[in-house]
């Protein structure tokens, strides 16, 4: 193998027969992040009333879940039953173009819902005026288009480097990463990585917090009655930025952050929490505390085992 044509995931080494624990943690994770957000968007789908942006927004978390998942679970489930843990560097650098595409796409999917949070809140008589469904699907366009053509270029910029090492100490394949077995000068993509976060994560989480500010201040002014009914579309809203600020927080330190010393384990867990943590609890957040979308779910639920009852009597 020509160096440089393959990278090997050198944390898959040695780890014994523990490897098949880890796979089926990982399995199950795997199933039950595909059965939650499927279930999310099903209920978004199938249940005209909840066609409305903030719903269809929640869809988008979930199909935005699925898609960056998809990129990591079966390549991790892959490399814990193989002997040999090597990726091609294209296949490396696409994993890392999905994964980061997720992360840079939740933030500008959030930042478009805190948008809609306050128009609601704070002109709810223009509300149906600005929300359109045109404005909404070009909004969610560019939500999605943006980062990953900012990745794109990012990956072209990694591919085209000279590479003089082959050995990456994580258990998915990160820009970063691929970046510092360069022995060429990357500059370049050092800054582009810079203007990457900042545009899809810094600006928009900045704007995030403006627009929940603005919400606090105009429930402040307003009746009990707003206020609860305010708060119980934003908290949930709020929760999901969080959990995921602190993820992508955590993956950030330890990868720039090399004088950062931590067991492998519990480095292992910070770093792939923005890709577990996230996509499992985002459908049990919205799904509990939506009755609509709550309700929708238990349809579908209850019409499949009612179904299944139907066949198992006809046979």
Same mark, same amino acid.
């Given at each position: 193998m020509e160096n440089g044509t393959y990278l090997y995931l050198m944390l898959f080494?040695?780890? %014994?027969?523990?490897? !098949? +624990? @880890? @796979? %089926?943690? %990982? =399995?199950?994770? !795997?199933c039950a992040i595909v059965f939650f957000n499927a279930l999310i968007i099903l209920a978004i789908f199938l249940e005209r009333t909840l066609h409305q942006p903030m719903y269809i927004l929640i869809s988008c978390l979930s199909v935005n879940s699925v898609f960056g998942t998809a990129a990591f679970f079966p390549r991790l489930l892959t490399d814990l039953l193989s002997d040999t843990h090597s990726v091609s560097r294209a296949a490396c650098i696409l994993q890392a173009f999905v994964i980061y595409s997720y992360a840079s796409n939740e933030y500008t999917i959030l930042m478009l819902m805190a948008f809609d949070r306050y128009v609601a809140i704070s002109k709810p008589l223009q509300y149906n005026n600005i929300m359109t469904p045109r404005i909404l699907s070009v909004l969610i366009s560019i939500s999605w288009i943006y980062p990953m053509l900012c990745l794109g270029i990012s990956g072209i910029l990694n591919a085209r480097l000279t590479m003089c090492g082959n050995k990456l100490w994580k258990v998915y394949c990160h820009n970063f990463e691929i970046v510092k077995l360069s022995c060429a000068n990357t500059i370049v993509n050092n800054v582009f990585g810079f203007f990457i976060l900042t545009t899809t994560a810094i600006m928009p989480l900045s704007f995030i917090l403006y627009s929940y500010v603005k919400i606090l201040i105009i429930c402040r002014k307003s009746s009990l009655d707003f206020r609860r009914? +305010? !708060? $119980? *579309?934003?908290?949930? #809203?709020? &929760?999901?930025?969080?959990? @995921? /600020? &602190? +993820?992508? =927080?955590?993956? &950030? *330190?330890? /990868?720039?952050v090399a004088t950062l010393q931590l067991p492998i384990g519990l480095s292992i867990i910070l770093s792939l929490e923005f890709l577990i943590v996230p996509p499992i609890l985002d459908p049990l957040v919205y799904g509990l505390n939506f009755p609509k979308i709550r309700k929708k779910i238990l349809w579908i639920i209850n019409a /499949? @085992?009612?179904? $299944?009852?139907?066949? #198992?009597? &006809?046979?």
């Open positions: 080494e040695n780890i %014994g027969y523990i490897r !098949y +624990a @880890f @796979f %089926g943690l %990982g =399995f199950i994770l !795997y009914k +305010a !708060y $119980q *579309t934003c908290i949930p #809203h709020i &929760v999901i930025l969080l959990n @995921f /600020s &602190v +993820a992508i =927080f955590c993956e &950030v *330190t330890l /990868s720039r /499949s @085992f009612l179904k $299944q009852t139907c066949l #198992h009597n &006809v046979l």
